[in-house]
Nanobody, 117 residues
């Protein structure tokens, strides 16, 4: 199983970026997929996730600014990030996990997002 992330980069505060993550070697079914980020010296925190059924969850700091969507046919999730702030800077990691049998938890390699002030 591989998670291929793309879309990171450098943007000015107030700008936008779109991340995507595609899972290969597995079918996105009865699972949750999304993004976590880690700023320098901090723990990895929830950004946004979506289940294969379409239920979303967001970290408090990104609500109203980020939107996560998914395309089950493509095993891909997208994260539209608007009104970016310097505190959004970090490494964004894609995650795919499933709690019901058979359970699994996979991480992508991370993509860097840098927001300049």
């Amino acid at each position: 199983v591989q998670l291929q992330a793309s879309g990171g980069g450098l943007v000015q505060a107030g700008g936008s970026l779109r991340l995507s993550c595609t899972a290969s070697g597995i079918v996105f079914s009865a699972a949750r997929m999304g993004w976590y980020r880690q700023a320098p010296g901090k723990q990895r925190d929830l950004v946004a996730t979506i289940t294969s059924g379409g239920t979303t969850d967001y970290g408090d700091s990104v609500k109203e600014r980020f939107i996560i969507t998914g395309d089950n046919r493509k095993n891909t999730v997208y994260l539209q990030m608007d009104d970016l702030k310097p505190e959004d800077t970090g490494i964004y990691y894609c995650n795919l996990n499933r709690r019901i049998a058979p359970p699994y938890n996979y991480w992508g390699q991370g993509t860097v997002v840098t927001v300049s002030s």
